[in-house]
């Protein structure tokens, strides 16, 4: 579980509004508090062993369960795609990272050479002359494989392993990633590079903590709701107590989604109960704030979703990863931003 306990803390609640679907009416109240309760008390951990002290990364002192985002890319993420393609032996790993690398950086060549002046053009071929990375890296590749990198199988390999790993190499090598925990990563939809990925920092952390521990109080206290009304009067509430569930996912979600396809997703998941909330269980304007709810919310999300797709179309490789979309912004910032250090 401690592997997996950020996910715990997200879907338990979507859990737990899909057992209260089938239950009646007064079994779904219980049910849906006792499985709020329940990521409220998985959510503590997050906060106890964030700053633990075996929280201490280094050679032969790793926390397995929650490894930074890097460690994490490191120990899991890259053994399994080497694993699910084929590729053994520390030289071979070596030499298609260092090639995946090589055509990034001239990737980013390529692009700094467009914005640069003259004298700043000649200053980067000459750099780029001396240095010869990429042709390194082909020879150290044909030289581990025994052939070249785009030609027959080992080619058809390392063209799938680049468009697997190529943005999470980036995420996990940018300054953010050191910050975050709790790391967890699933290829979701590998054709568009997206993500299941998920990790906290600090600025997360309080958020989804108030988070579980606030929706468990409203459910609580939303108990007794409508009971001063006639029974006829009265809004059913199994449906308020689902809905509630559905929203702390969202929310939940939104706070430690590090894709922002998947961002997105949580992101809409939040407002969709947020607009039957407010409709059904609302006050005596709840239709008109609930359609202007919808209005605003709406053009909100249209327009966050145009921004969306339009860092996903400028950068190379195209990605929906927000650390990878960070440490890409910083590289292509200019031929006079700071470069980042070779990556081993």
């Known amino acids: 579980m401690s592997e997996h306990l950020l996910s715990a803390v997200i879907f338990v609640p979507l859990l737990g509004a899909l057992v209260a679907l089938f239950a009646p009416e007064r079994a779904a109240k219980v049910i849906c508090t006792l ?3 329940v990521a409220l008390v998985l959510s503590i951990p997050l906060a106890t062993d964030y700053n633990s002290k075996a929280l201490r990364f280094g050679p032969g002192s790793r926390d397995a369960n929650r490894p930074t985002t890097a460690n994490y890319y490191e120990d899991t993420i890259l053994r399994s795609a080497f694993d699910e393609h084929g590729i053994v032996g520390d030289n071979q790993k ?16 390529a692009a700094r050479v467009v914005a640069a002046n003259d004298a700043d053009k000649t200053a980067l071929r000459a750099e780029h002359d001396k240095s010869r990375r990429l042709e390194k890296a082909r020879i150290g590749f044909h030289d ?56 906290i920092d600090g600025l997360s952390l309080p958020l989804i903590l108030l988070t579980t521990l606030l929706t468990v109080l409203c459910l609580v206290y939303s108990w007794q ?25 969202g929310l939940v979600g939104v706070f430690c989604a590090l894709d922002f396809f998947l961002f997105f997703v949580f992101w809409e998941l ?41 860092l996903y179309f400028h950068f190379e490789p195209h990605t929906f990863n927000v650390l990878a979309l960070l440490e890409l912004a910083r590289e292509y910032g200019g031929p006079r931003c700071s470069r980042p250090a070779s990556r081993s």
């Open 35 to 37: 499985f709020a309760l």
């Open 94 to 109: 070596q030499a298609a990272l260092e090639l995946m690398r090589a055509n990034k950086a001239e990737q980013l060549f």
């Open 144 to 199: 581990a494989f025994g052939g070249p990198y785009n030609e027959g199988t080992t080619g058809v390999r390392f063209d799938e392993l680049e468009r697997d790993l190529s943005d999470l190499d980036d995420a996990a090598h940018g300054a953010f990633a050191q910050n975050m925990r709790f790391a967890e990563h699933m290829n979701w939809i590998p054709r568009f590079r997206i993500h299941y990925l998920v990790a």
């Open 225 to 249: 709701f409508d009971y001063d009304k006639p029974p006829a009067e009265r809004r059913p509430l199994k449906g308020f107590y689902i809905l509630f569930l559905l929203l702390e996912t």
């Open 270 to 310: 939040v407002l969709l109960p947020s607009y039957f909330l407010i409709g059904i269980w609302g006050g005596e304007n709840r239709n008109y704030a609930s359609i202007k709810f919808f209005i605003y919310t709406l053009v909100g999300s249209i327009t966050m979703l145009i921004a969306m797709l339009a």
